[in-house]
C-alpha cells in the first residue's frame, strides 16, 4: 500500500456541547378545567408522593429497607398529573420513578412500605423489595426491570383490550434513556401500525443512570421521535401538573376516538441520584440548582394560593395530616412480620400455590 | 383488523418524494465508464441470480435457500460504485449488504464463481461449504457477512464506522437492508448509536412493500422510511430505487456527508421485490397488478434505453456485453460444479475463532 493511497486523516470530531439539562421556560400554570376538590385531590396525591418518599428514604438509611430504592424527587407532577388524567379502567403500568401513579390508583402506602420492607402482606409477598407488582383490581400491570421491555407488553394490553370490546387506553412511563432500547422502538411501532390507544409518557429527567440526555439521543426534544412512527406526540414541562395532566388528558381521548398512539415528552429533572446508593458526583451541581427552583409542589401550591383554591395554612395541615398517617402506616409495616422461609417458592410459577 | 391511519395503499415510484435532503452537494454525474461498469454489474446480477434461482435451484443443485434482489439492481450497484476500496485498512471503506445485494458481493471483487460454489455448498464457497447462501462475507473484500436476523448488522455497521471515527480516517461503512428490517429493535439501538456519536454510516433501505409476506403499510405507519429519520435528527432522503441515477446521486450526497465527519443518513429506495421471499415461495399474497406495474419500470431496460439515448451503447454493443455475460457465467458455473463438497473433517474449522 503506497502512501498516496491512504485515506485522509480527519481531525477527531468536536464534542457537542451538551444540550443543557436547563428548565424549559417557565410558563404559568392554568387550570384546565377541574373543580377545586379534583385540585385538592392532586395536590394531596402530589404532596403524599413526595411525604412517602421521604420516610422511605429515612428508612433505607436505617438499613430496613432491602432493596434499591428509586426517588421520583422533583418528577411528581408527572406521575400524579398522568394517572390523574386517565379513566379508572384504563391500563397504567408505573415504571419505578412512579409511585405517585399507584397512590392516584388508590394503592394505600401501608402496602407500600410493606413492599419495601419485603414483608409478608406485601403486594408480593416479601419477594421483592420495590415496584415491580401489579394490582389488576385496580387495572395496573406492573413494571419490569428491564427498560422498555413494558412497552410492547402494554401496546399488547392495548390490543388485548380492543380486541375484547373494551374502551381501556393503555398508558405506560419510559425515561429518556429506555427510548434508546429496541424494546421501545418495536413496542411503539406496533402500536402506531395497529393504530392501538397506547400513552407513552416519557420521563425526560436529563439523566439515565449516569449518561446524560445529549449523549442519548441528536434531537432536541424527544417529541421530535413521533412523526417518525407516524403518532401524535407532544413535549410539556414536566414540573407543571397541570400541564401533564391536559397532555395525558388530550392523548386519552385521542386514543379511544380511534386516533391511535401518542408519545408525550416530561421534561423534568432528575434531583436525586439514580438509586438511594448513588450519590451522583457525575451531575454539575448548577443544573440540579436551577431546577430545585422548579420544584413540581412548590409550583403548584402557589397556583392553589393564588388562585384562591386553598391558603397557606389548608396547605400545611394537609401535610401535618399526610405526616401522621404515614408515620402510622410506617409503624404497622414495621411490625408485621416477614415471610416464612417455606413460602419461597410461592408463587413463581404459575398455580404453585 | 388494521385500523384505519389515513394511508392510501401500496405507492408507486412517482409519489416518492425527497424527504429532508439537507445539503445541495451535486455529486459529479458518473463518466461513462461508470455508467458501462453500473450497466454490467446490473446484467451480471440479474444473470447471476437467474441461474442461481431458476436453474440450478430447480436442478436440486443448491443447498440452501435462495433470496434474490430481481428488480433491485439499481440499488446495490448505484450504491456500491461510492464504496471506496484499493488502497488498504486505512483507506477502504466497508460493507454490510443484505441478502438482496448480490451485485455489492460482485462489485467488491468476489468472483462470481465463488459465489455458485457457495449456493453449492463447496469447499471454495465463501463459508467453504458451511452455508449455503447468502450468509456470506469476505473482510479481504471489505465484506461483513451477512446476518440471518435481520436488522442485526445495523450496530455492527455502526460498530465498525465507530472504529474508523477512532482511528481518525475518513472511511465510510455502509450499510444495507430492507424496509421490514426497520420496525427491528436492532435497527434502531443501531441507528441511534449512530447518530449520537456522529459516525460515518450510509444506511441503505430497499423498500421493496413486502417482509416475507407483510406489506409495507402494516410494518410502519410513516408514509417513508426515511421519515423515521427526523426521530434520530440526521438527514433522510427517499428516492426511486428503480432509477440507479438517482440512487448513485443518493448515495454520493450521502457518502460525502459521512467522509466530512458529518454522521449518518437515512436512504431510502423505493422498489418492488420482483419475486417471492426465496425460492420456494410463490409470492401468492402480491397481487399480479402490482407485479405487473413493477415489470414496467425494470430498473435495467430504464438505464439501457438512457445510455442508448445517449448514444453511449447501441443495440450491437448491448449484444456483446450480454454473451460476455453468459460465456462468463457459463464457464463460473462449469467450475462450480467440479468444486469438491468439504472434507467432513472440517466441519468444526473456522466455527470459532482460533486465536
Known amino acids: 500500500m503506497s502512501a498516496v493511497h491512504k485515506g485522509q486523516r480527519r481531525a477527531p470530531a468536536k464534542r457537542r456541547p451538551a444540550a443543557g439539562a436547563q428548565p424549559p421556560p417557565l410558563e404559568p400554570l392554568r387550570n384546565p378545567g377541574l373543580t377545586r376538590e379534583q385540585l385538592l385531590v392532586m395536590h394531596r396525591r402530589l404532596r403524599q408522593n413526595r411525604m412517602l418518599e421521604e420516610k422511605l428514604s429515612a428508612l433505607y438509611r436505617q438499613g430496613k429497607i432491602v432493596g434499591g430504592l428509586y426517588s421520583s424527587l422533583g418528577q411528581e407532577a408527572i406521575s400524579v398529573g398522568s394517572a390523574y388524567a386517565l379513566a379508572p ?4 403500568a408505573p415504571m419505578i420513578r412512579n409511585i405517585g401513579s399507584l397512590l392516584v390508583r388508590g394503592v394505600p402506602p401501608l402496602s407500600l412500605f410493606l413492599q419495601f420492607l419485603a414483608r409478608r402482606d406485601a403486594p408480593t409477598g416479601g419477594k421483592d ?3 415491580h407488582f401489579d394490582d389488576l383490581g385496580r387495572s395496573i400491570i406492573g413494571p419490569i426491570s428491564v427498560l422498555g421491555t413494558l412497552i410492547p407488553v402494554m401496546t399488547g394490553a392495548a390490543l388485548a383490550a380492543r380486541n375484547r370490546g373494551e374502551d381501556r387506553v393503555a398508558l ?9 432500547t429496541g424494546d421501545f422502538h418495536e413496542g411503539l411501532n406496533l402500536a402506531a401500525v395497529l393504530n392501538l390507544p397506547l400513552v407513552l409518557v416519557v420521563e425526560n429527567n436529563g439523566y439515565a ?3 446524560p440526555a445529549h449523549r442519548q439521543f441528536a434531537v432536541a426534544s424527544l417529541a421530535a421521535r413521533g412523526p417518525a412512527y407516524g403518532v401524535a406526540s407532544e413535549s410539556v414541562d414536566g414540573t407543571d401538573v397541570l400541564a401533564v395532566y391536559g397532555a395525558t388528558r388530550r392523548a386519552a381521548e385521542r386514543g379511544r376516538s380511534g386516533g391511535g398512539p401518542t408519545l408525550l415528552e416530561c421534561r423534568a429533572f ?4 439514580h438509586a438511594e446508593h448513588d450519590d451522583m458526583w457525575y451531575v454539575p451541581k448548577e443544573i440540579v440548582a436551577a431546577w430545585e427552583k422548579r420544584d413540581p409542589i412548590d409550583r403548584f401550591e402557589t397556583f392553589l394560593v393564588d388562585e384562591g383554591h386553598a391558603t397557606r395554612k389548608d396547605l400545611r395541615s394537609v401535610e401535618a395530616a399526610l405526616a401522621d398517617e404515614l408515620e402510622e402506616a410506617a409503624q404497622a409495616a414495621l411490625a408485621s412480620p416477614y415471610p416464612a422461609p417455606e413460602e419461597t417458592l410461592k408463587d413463581v410459577y404459575a398455580g404453585n400455590e | 383488523m388494521l385500523a384505519k391511519n389515513g394511508r392510501t395503499g401500496a405507492r408507486g415510484a412517482e409519489d416518492v418524494r425527497a424527504v429532508a435532503a439537507r445539503d445541495t452537494d451535486a455529486v459529479p454525474a458518473p463518466d461513462d465508464a461508470a455508467l458501462l461498469k453500473m450497466l454490467y454489474y446490473m446484467k451480471l446480477t440479474r444473470s447471476l441470480e437467474f441461474r442461481i434461482e431458476k436453474r440450478l435451484y430447480r436442478q436440486g443443485k443448491i443447498v440452501g435457500g435462495v433470496y434474490v434482489g430481481r428488480g433491485q439492481e439499481a440499488i446495490s450497484v448505484g450504491a456500491a460504485m461510492h464504496i471506496r476500496r484499493g488502497g488498504g485498512e486505512t483507506f477502504d471503506d466497508i460493507v454490510s449488504p443484505s441478502h438482496r445485494d448480490m451485485a455489492v458481493f460482485l462489485m467488491q471483487g468476489v ?14 464457497g465463501l463459508t467453504r461449504g458451511k452455508d449455503g447462501n447468502m450468509h456470506m462475507g469476505d473482510l479481504r473484500h471489505r465484506l461483513v457477512a451477512f446476518i440471518s436476523h435481520l436488522g442485526d448488522s445495523i450496530p455492527v455497521a455502526a460498530g465498525c464506522a465507530l472504529t474508523f471515527r477512532q482511528h481518525g480516517t475518513d472511511q465510510v461503512s455502509f450499510c444495507f437492508f430492507g424496509e421490514g428490517a426497520t420496525s427491528r429493535g436492532d435497527w434502531h ?17 430497499n423498500n421493496n412493500q413486502y417482509a416475507y409476506s407483510t406489506h409495507v403499510t402494516r410494518q410502519m405507519r410513516v408514509k417513508c422510511v426515511s ?7 440526521i438527514p433522510g432522503e427517499s428516492t426511486d430505487g428503480n432509477d440507479v441515477f438517482a440512487v448513485y446521486a443518493a448515495v454520493g450526497r450521502a457518502a460525502a456527508r459521512a467522509r466530512r465527519g458529518e454522521g449518518p443518513s437515512l436512504l431510502e429506495f423505493v422498489t418492488f421485490r420482483m419475486t417471492g421471499h426465496s425460492a420456494h415461495d410463490d409470492a401468492g399474497y402480491v397481487p399480479k397488478a402490482q407485479f405487473e406495474e413493477w415489470e414496467r419500470k425494470d430498473p435495467i431496460p430504464r438505464f439501457q434505453e438512457a445510455l442508448l439515448r445517449r448514444r453511449l451503447v447501441d443495440g450491437a454493443a448491448l449484444r456483446e456485453m450480454e454473451s460476455r455475460i453468459e460465456a462468463e457465467l457459463d464457464e463460473a458455473v462449469a467450475w462450480a460444479e467440479k468444486q469438491p463438497f468439504p472434507d467432513p473433517q472440517e466441519c468444526l474449522s473456522d466455527v470459532y475463532h482460533d486465536g
Open chain 1, 89 to 92: 379502567g384504563d391500563l397504567l
Open chain 1, 129 to 131: 423489595g420495590t415496584l
Open chain 1, 172 to 180: 405506560t412511563y419510559i425515561g429518556e434513556g429506555g427510548t434508546s
Open chain 1, 209 to 211: 443512570y449516569s449518561t
Open chain 1, 270 to 273: 432528575r434531583r436525586r441520584g
Open chain 2, 111 to 124: 468472483p462470481p464463481e465463488r459465489i455458485l460454489a457457495q449456493y453449492m455448498g463447496r469447499a471454495t
Open chain 2, 189 to 205: 439501538e443501531g441507528v441511534n448509536f449512530a447518530a449520537v456519536q456522529r459516525l460515518p454510516v450510509v444506511f441503505v433501505c
Open chain 2, 227 to 233: 421519515d423515521r429519520a427526523s426521530g434520530y435528527g
